[in-house]
């Protein structure tokens, strides 16, 4: 071990694992865990600490002695640089492996639980090309890289159109080519950046709030309709009216072309006016039959394909045999509700979030569903007592919340009505884990399944069958 500029070194570090949030795992000669972020499990390495904590270290592999053989060749040019598939270098099988044991360590180290005989972890038939949602953004000082910094050439040409650098607001990484979305994805992208700066439609700077090109967003379904979404800064209608007509002349496929003028200091536009330039405001996704109205604004599972093997492994935990009441708990645009309606005898589906209540009322109308019930407010507060007896008390309570888990309040009103059947849909088997210790007292995990959503990434999903205890 030597010091270099104040950071540790620690050398011949063999990696062991692979943890949380896509990092690998090595051990410093004290014991102390490493966590490493360019590396695969089998790499023999040595390391330079970027923090130092009281019970573990993180760092990056500066010297590569032996390569593990989980090891592939990444697919992608911008690996490494850009932070969105920090997996690719590994082989897909060992991804699995690594992700079905997070998913088991959680649930036993965190919630200390006892788990049946787990089944197989879910891959997903597509690797690449899986997502049908990307949003890119625009930038007039794009993310340089060493050999142009090194270069002796003067660059003039900083527009970028990619992805944040990670850790870096105001940084974007020029993307030549991403395998995360099908055609004609790249040759929209490719196409709207090239066009812009030709006709001099300028690229927004974060720092400074100018310019006009802010945001893309390009949507796909399974059906073949395709939404993209323009967002300016700076409202110029002729530039405006010159870049859309282009895309819409271009490309005749896109069947929902739109824009928003964003003049806020951030991207989002939950609180902006979606304004349709050609086509439809919406685009459909088709599942079993189901149609699923999308607009600019809808959440959607963004592995489609795959999103329909959760919601069946969903549906056959539940066991429905169409007499069950069944509440869906942060139901979304209501998919899952509607996936399991005519299994059931009536669902009734509660979300915070006003826009995707009113797409699930929609979405309950086009597919002629009248055994579904939606309502909106913050779950601790809308799932209460009055609104049981209103309702009813379920059989069976399915439950999809985001990462952080369900509100202990939430989790208190389930025990209270004690429902014969629980299924948890989680995206953080961390959070998934805690929230089903406070239930163990009450409930035994039956089943349990690990779905992979997200290919070359850490993240993966886990659906949890829950019964009563027998007194």
């Not at 990056?60 to 390569?67: P, V, W, Y």
């Not at 959440?299 to 093997?309: D, G, H, I, L, P």
């Not at 309606?341 to 929609?362: H, L, M, R, Y």
């Amino acid at each position: 071990m030597r010091r270099k500029n104040k950071r540790l070194v620690f050398e011949n570090v063999e990696v062991v694992d692979a943890g949380a949030k896509g990092k690998t795992v090595g051990k410093a000669p004290d014991g102390r865990v490493i966590f490493l972020t360019n590396t695969v499990p089998g790499d023999v390495v040595d390391v330079q600490t970027t923090k130092k904590r009281k019970a573990y270290f993180e760092g990056i592999a500066t010297t590569f002695h032996t390569l593990s053989d989980k090891r592939v060749e990444p697919v992608c040019e911008h690996f490494g640089v850009c932070g969105g598939c920090k997996w690719q270098h590994m082989g897909y099988e060992h991804q699995l492996f690594y992700k079905q044991k997070e998913v088991e360590n959680n649930l036993v180290r965190i919630g200390h639980l006892e788990l049946p005989k787990v089944s197989p972890i879910l891959g997903s038939k597509k690797q690449y090309f899986y997502r049908n949602k990307m949003e890119f953004s625009f930038s007039d000082s794009r993310w340089l890289t060493l050999d142009e910094i090194n270069s002796d050439k003067e660059i003039t040409n900083k527009n970028a159109l990619g992805f944040h650098i990670p850790g870096m607001w105001d940084k974007i990484l020029d993307i030549k080519k991403c395998h995360l979305q099908e055609d004609p994805s790249n040759a929209i992208r490719l196409e709207t950046k090239d066009f812009s700066i030709k006709n001099g439609i300028t690229f927004f700077n974060p720092r400074n709030q100018i310019g006009q090109l802010r945001t893309l967003m390009i949507r796909t379904t399974s059906i073949g309709e395709i939404m993209v979404l323009v967002q300016f800064y700076e409202n110029d209608e002729a530039k405006r009216i010159l870049l859309l007509e282009h895309l819409r002349t271009l490309f005749p496929e896109i069947t929902s072309l739109l824009y928003v003028i964003n003049q806020k200091q951030n991207d989002t536009i939950y609180d902006q006016e979606v304004k349709c330039y050609a086509g439809k405001d919406h685009i459909f996704e088709e599942m079993e039959g189901l149609r699923f109205k999308i607009n600019a604004k809808s959440f959607y599972q963004t592995n489609s394909e795959q999103a329909y093997e959760l919601y069946k492994i969903t549906r056959d935990f539940a066991e429905l045999t169409g007499e069950e009441l069944v509440y869906d708990l942060y139901t979304g645009t209501g998919t899952i509700a509607q996936f399991v309606s005519k299994k059931a005898k009536k669902v009734v589906g509660i979300e915070a979030v006003p826009e995707a209540i009113n797409d699930a009322k929609a979405n309950a109308v086009l597919n002629k569903i009248d055994n579904v019930e939606f309502f909106v407010g913050d779950m601790k507060n809308v799932f209460n007592e009055y609104f049981i007896d209103t309702n009813g008390v379920p059989d069976v309570v399915i439950t999809d919340p985001p990462r952080d888990g369900m509100h202990k309040d939430v989790v208190n009103q389930i025990l209270n009505i004690a429902p014969e059947k629980i299924v948890y849909v989680s995206c953080n088997s961390a959070t998934q884990a805690r929230d089903l210790a406070l239930m163990n007292h009450m409930y035994s995990i039956e089943k349990c399944q690990a779905v992979d959503m997200f290919p070359q990434t850490h993240h993966v999903e886990n659906v949890v069958l829950l019964k009563k205890r027998k007194s």
